[in-house]
């Protein structure tokens, strides 16, 4: 069975920067894209980054273009998030999920997720 485990997430100041790190156990099986989500308390989960994992090709969600940045290492069968410019409204818990998904940032088109890692930024 797939298990991702994500890790990286800590308590930081605005205009600080982490990176959230991906592992995928027992990944046998290709997915084509892997993508970064994240939910805020009493918030809808959103779609943040993602990787179409054949050709490194990314895509973002307007609100982080620019500050973060999406990547994978094949050999470590591990994703990555590097985020910069840190902003209160980052804060969220970060999830990584991994799919062949219709439509690239709705969460429901991916079949396998990690158990999140908690980001917060405070000002």
């Known amino acids: 069975q797939v298990r991702l485990v994500e890790s990286g997430g800590d308590s930081v100041q605005a205009g600080g920067s982490l990176r959230l790190s991906c592992v995928a156990f027992?990944?046998?099986?290709?997915?084509?894209?892997m993508t970064w989500f994240r939910q805020a308390p009493g918030k809808e989960r959103e779609g943040v980054a993602a990787?179409?994992?054949?050709?490194?090709?990314?895509y973002y969600a307007n609100a982080v273009e620019g500050r973060f940045t999406i990547s994978q290492d094949n050999a470590k069968n591990t994703l990555y998030l590097d985020m910069s410019s840190l902003k209160p409204e980052d804060t969220a818990m970060y999830y990584c999920?991994?799919?062949?998904?219709?439509?690239?940032?709705?969460?429901?088109?991916?079949?396998?997720w990690g158990q999140g890692t908690q980001v917060t930024v405070s000002s």
């Open positions: 999920a991994a799919g062949n998904p219709a439509r690239l940032f709705f969460w429901s088109d991916y079949a396998y």
């Open positions: 027992g990944y046998i099986s290709r997915k084509n894209y």
């Open positions: 990787i179409y994992t054949n050709t490194g090709g990314t």
